[in-house]
């Protein structure tokens, strides 16, 4: 495996970092293949409650590689839409059915398939200098990552069009404002505040963890009473295993608790 993605575990949690710093982490298909990899690495390790994806040097992801757009390439209709099927979907496919948290550390620039890629992820922070924007439109293309799917459930479907028809790009302050981010960092503090984040998540029972964010997305996409009847379950899931109980004497005890997962 080549070293165009990183990969770091500890403290629980795992860091991925896109490595391509010279081309601002522009995404090749082996790039998004390890990405995707690294994710099923992540879902089947215990050693790892939460997942940060970063960008190394000054960029998080200037998305696909222009370079090898236009009509040098091989456009043919068939060809195009398996391409974006097989790989640059691949990343938002695998983060929808992937239970562990997943939180984007947005540095420098995040456009067009690189900003589709944060989110994508279930949390979003950023550095001061960050700046996002969904470029496709500019270059006569669509957002074949998942944008135009998050980006209206983020900020709104009014929001969202502006975004997405102009092309415009927004800096940190404006992300936060409408809600596209969590928090913003100066970017010498954005790496340790987003562990920060990420150690209080995995703090927490990991059960508990992945099934309240099973049964958001659940909610995000179903009726009510569905996912009410969904977490009844997933609640007595909970209840049933080792870990609400040691929750519960942790708690009264005022220290972390020693969690198994189930």
Known sequence: MSDTVLFDVSDKIATVTLNQPARLN???????????????????????AVVILTGSGRG???????????????NRAHVTREHISEFIQAFPKRAARFDKPLIAAVNGVA????????LACDIRVAASSAKFAETYARIGLLPGG????????????????????????????EALRIGLVNHV????????????????????PPLSVR???????????????????????????????????EAMRAFKEKRNGDYVGY
């Open 26 to 48: 522009a995404f090749s298909d082996d790039m998004l293949g390890q990405l995707v990899q690294h994710l099923d690495e992540c879902e089947a390790r215990d050693d790892i």
């Open 60 to 74: 998080f992801c200037s998305g696909g590689d222009v370079s090898k757009m236009g009509a040098d390439a091989d």
């Open 111 to 118: 456009t067009g398939g690189g900003m589709d890629l944060a």
């Open 146 to 173: 998942g944008g135009a799917w998050y980006l209206p459930r983020l900020v709104g479907r009014s929001m969202a069009m502006e975004l997405l028809l102009s092309g415009d790009f927004i800096d940190a302050d």
């Open 185 to 204: 960092w100066p970017d010498d503090e954005l790496l340790a505040n987003a562990r920060a984040l990420a150690a209080r998540i995995a703090r927490n």
């Open 211 to 245: 099934l309240i964010k099973r049964a958001v997305d659940h909610g995000l996409n179903g009726d009510m009473n569905a996912s009410l009847d969904l977490i009844a379950s997933h609640i007595a899931v909970a209840k049933g295993g080792h870990d609400h109980g």
